[in-house]
T-cell receptor, first 113, second 112 residues
Framework: GENVEQHPSTLSVQEGDSAVIKCTYS??????FPWYKQELGKRPQLIIDIRSNVGEKKDQRIAVTLNKTAKHFSLHITETQPEDSAVYFC????????????FGAGTTVTVRA | DTGVSQDPRHKITKRGQNVTFRCDPI?????LYWYRQTLGQGPEFLTY????????KSRLLSDRFSAERPKGSFSTLEIQRTEQGDSAMYLC??????????FGDGTRLSIL
């Protein structure tokens, strides 16, 4: 099955700086890569996703890049704010054959004011 | 529509008891998923439904676990003869076809 590895496990940044989280996946058939943000005691919330037919996607301060050859994808958060503090999870799946998500272990991001 | 809802939010039970959780997906979503999340880990896939059909079950889902989605709307997840290792957050998600999965707040299960 798919194996997703995520690094780093914790990340502390100064407010206003950028944060980068990297994930690698093992199944070359994976073609859909969402990112979820989970605040303490709350549901995982989808913040951005990318499909394998594009290399980069941006939504305001958040961007995701995908390198299919190397089988890795990254989340970039620019101009970080205290409300960006949360646990971020990357995931991978194969659509339309198999919709289940395989998640990374998560990155705890702390934005220092 | 307020999204995916799960009930109860918390469940405390003694080892050996049976528990049942409920998930109500977003109304027009035809796919429903169950995941389990333990502290410090990402969610792990358990099973999913397309309408009322259960299409896949993870090896994590032992024979003590059963899930149903009888009318293609809400779903239940039952755990029989609970064990300490069943303590976790049980998350439900739904999607419209192959679209993004939206999660509920989860049911936190604690086994005494």
């Amino acid at each position: 099955g798919e194996n997703v590895e995520q690094h780093p496990s914790t990340l502390s940044v100064q407010e206003g700086d950028s944060a980068v989280i990297k994930c690698t996946y093992s199944d070359s058939a994976s073609n859909y890569f969402p990112w979820y943000k989970q605040e303490l005691g709350k549901r995982p919330q989808l913040i951005i996703d990318i499909r394998s037919n594009v290399g980069e996607k941006k939504d305001q301060r958040i961007a995701v890049t995908l390198n299919k050859t190397a089988k890795h994808f990254s989340l970039h958060i620019t101009e970080t704010q205290p409300e960006d503090s949360a646990v971020y999870f990357c995931a991978a799946s194969v659509v339309p054959n198999d919709y289940k998500l395989s998640f990374g272990a998560g990155t705890t991001v702390t934005v220092r004011a | 529509d307020t999204g995916v809802s799960q009930d109860p939010r918390h469940k405390i039970t003694k080892r050996g008891q049976n528990v049942t959780f409920r998930c109500d997906p977003i109304s027009e979503h035809n796919r429903l998923y169950w995941y389990r999340q333990t502290l410090g880990q990402g969610p792990e896939f358990l099973t999913y439904f397309q309408n009322e059909a259960q299409l896949e079950k993870s090896r994590l889902l032992s024979d003590r676990f059963s899930a149903e989605r009888p009318k293609g709307s809400f779903s239940t997840l039952e755990i029989q003869r609970t064990e300490q290792g069943d303590s976790a957050m049980y998350l439900c998600a739904s999607s419209l076809g192959g679209g993004p999965q939206h999660f509920g707040d989860g049911t936190r299960l604690s086994i005494l």
